[in-house]
């Protein structure tokens, strides 16, 4: 599976997460950081819904990124 993430910078460090996985959250003080943290929490977080038995739900977001004039 092929999930979006969303990392955004913070104050002092960046914050991550997956829309399509509610709840799976992660923080870095790199760029890099925030993306292995968040890698880690997804494998972490369908891990738990694997065991709780629970649908595990697919990837639907979309993403590109559109040019403005400046």
């Known amino acids: 599976m092929r999930y979006a993430i969303v990392i955004e910078q913070a104050v002092g460090n960046?914050?991550?997460y997956v829309p399509d996985?509610?709840?799976?959250v992660?923080?870095?003080r790199s760029l890099e950081e925030a993306?292995?943290?968040?890698?880690?929490a997804i494998a972490f977080h369908v891990e738990g819904l694997?065991?709780?038995g629970s649908p595990i739900p697919p990837?639907?977001?979309h993403v590109?990124?559109?040019d403005i004039a400046a």
Do not use: F, H, K, W
């Not at 993306?35 to 880690?40: D, G, P």
């Open 14 to 16: 960046y914050s991550a």
């Open 21 to 24: 996985l509610p709840g799976c």
């Open 26 to 28: 992660a923080t870095g």
């Open 35 to 40: 993306e292995q943290q968040i890698r880690e």
């Open 50 to 52: 694997r065991e709780d």
């Open 59 to 61: 990837p639907n977001s």
């Open 64 to 66: 590109e990124y559109v």
